[in-house]
């Protein structure tokens, strides 16, 4: 009987699939970069085909690695990052023009004209993008009409290529989407979408996060495997995290970092940070609110690309070697500043770099720089949440491989922080989350990971984060 599981993560850097035992325990694993194309400024984007074929290859790879076959494999979890935009042609599967990114600003105009119809759109949300999309698809209006091409984010165009058929998407993908109607989560704002003049053909079927939502195809992947969940990657997190019950919260540090707490069956619309769909099954939606450092990891590889280190790595290793950032303060903002700011226009900011100033100084300022700006959305979840100020704050993703970045993040909160023992939480959780799909019983977690306690207290926390504001959050960028 097929008892492992399958976790698919394709974030906005890399594709990820990994295979676990019932015990969670990792079996086999493969990642691929994906390269992202500014074809003008603000924008970003990808060649989904491309990705598709980099999907496939890593799932291959994840099986080989895990000596099984795909016919070993209970279910599939699916997560991806959100509110990109894809549109395909339904015959073939093959996508009529580049996917557009969600930190792509293409749409900041739109925003603020929808907006001011009433519509509260952020820049970053597909709903502000998507008709600049199809638009530059030849005869782009009239095929979505006449139903010859589809649209949907990335997670609906992979499980599309998986099925060979489905055009689904769960209430966590869609709400950061901004199509799903506020007030009934569980259908798509149909006035939104008249007021753009879509067809709402053109948009996926909604489905429930977890279920037996359709099954793999021998050509996709080599074999029919149920496909258990599709979750957006934040919330996929949180599942791993175990973080589903309200009050509960995690941070993800990927490319971007997320704070995200869940609120129950209540969406948070007075605490600053942003109501998010957490997941949905039948008429039951379970609600999450969270804020967003736009450019976290994403920093490094910045860094990396002025020359200031070799590898990622290796700065985060440089970052080590100090104890202080010699009064440099850096401002992570390569795509704006998220929470509790939304600045679409803020650039990065150095302040206080000198002749003097040694690389591994300018490798721990990015470093915290990062945290401040984790520090200063963990205040607003406090304060609209009642967290107890001494809760640990458990953290994932690939920034916190670094031991360093974790303990200047716990020095900055003035509160623990606690590592999920598998870093990359986000495809665990999309694979934990299949297995409920089906039904499959996994066992609980017995680790709760690396603890790093904080060497500061609070006041010395907020005077630190004063300070840092006042350096570099006024400046402009670059």
């Known amino acids: 009987m097929p008892d492992l ?61 895990a000596g099984c076959s795909p ?15 894809v549109i395909w042609d339904r015959a073939t599967g093959e996508p009529v023009a580049p996917m557009v990114l969600w930190n792509d600003l293409r749409g900041t105009d739109r925003a603020a004209e929808l907006q001011a119809a009433g519509h509260p ?55 950061s989407a901004a199509y799903l109607d506020f007030a009934e989560p569980t259908r798509w ?34 074999a029919e495997v149920p496909i258990g969940a599709v979750v957006a990657d934040q919330q996929a997190g949180m599942f791993a995290h175990g973080a589903v019950d309200a009050g509960a919260w995690k941070a993800t540090c990927g490319t971007s970092g997320v704070l995200m707490i869940a609120t129950g069956e209540t969406p948070d619309l007075r605490s600053g940070l942003v109501p998010m769909v957490l997941a949905g099954w039948g008429d039951r939606t379970s609600f999450a609110a969270e804020g967003m450092v736009r450019s976290a990891g994403e920093m490094l590889l910045w860094a990396v690309a002025e020359g200031m280190a070799d590898s990622v790595e290796s700065l985060a290793d440089l970052a080590g070697q100090t104890r202080d950032s010699g009064g440099v303060g850096v401002r992570p903002s390569l ?3 998220g929470t509790p700011y939304d600045d679409s226009t803020a650039g990065v900011a150095v302040q206080g770099r000198t002749d003097d100033t040694t690389p591994a100084q300018m490798a721990r300022a990015i470093l915290e720089g990062v945290a401040f700006r984790m520090c200063e959305i963990v205040d607003v979840a406090v304060a609209g949440h ?54 499959v019983e996994v066992a609980e977690t017995e680790s709760t990971g690396d603890v790093f306690e904080p060497t500061t207290d609070g006041t010395e926390v907020h005077e630190r984060l004063r300070e840092w504001q006042a350096q570099v959050m006024d400046t402009p960028g670059r």
């Open 5 to 65: 599981l399958l976790g698919i993560d394709v974030g906005t850097s890399g594709a990820r699939a990994m295979v676990f035992a019932r015990d969670r325990s990792e079996v086999g694993a493969a990642r691929a970069p994906l390269t992202s194309s500014h074809p003008l400024p603000h924008r970003a984007e990808q060649d989904a085909a491309a990705l598709w074929e980099t999907v496939q290859s890593v799932v291959a790879a994840a099986l080989t690695d």
């Open 386 to 439: 009642h967290v107890d100020p001494q809760a640990p704050l458990p953290v994932d993703g690939g920034l916190t491989r670094s031991d360093t970045f974790c303990q200047i993040q716990a020095d900055l909160l003035g509160r623990p922080v606690i590592r999920h023992p598998q870093v990359e939480a986000t495809v665990l959780g999309a694979a934990l989350a299949g297995a409920r799909g089906v039904g």
């Open 121 to 175: 759109i952020m820049p970053i949300a597909a709903a502000a993008k998507l008709e600049a999309v199809l638009d530059s698809v030849p005869d782009g209006r009239r095929r979505a009409t006449e139903g010859a091409s589809a649209w949907g984010t990335l997670d609906s165009y992979l499980v599309h290529r998986l099925s060979g058929c489905l055009h689904i998407t769960d209430r966590s993908c869609a709400w």
């Open 71 to 85: 016919d070993d494999l209970a279910s599939v979890g699916i997560t991806t990052q959100r509110s990109s935009i």
């Open 189 to 222: 704002n149909e006035s939104l979408i008249d007021h753009q003049g879509l067809p709402l053909g053109f948009f996926p079927s909604l489905c429930d996060t977890t279920g037996r939502l359709g099954t793999t195809t021998i050509g996709a992947i080599g």
């Open 335 to 337: 795509h704006g500043l």
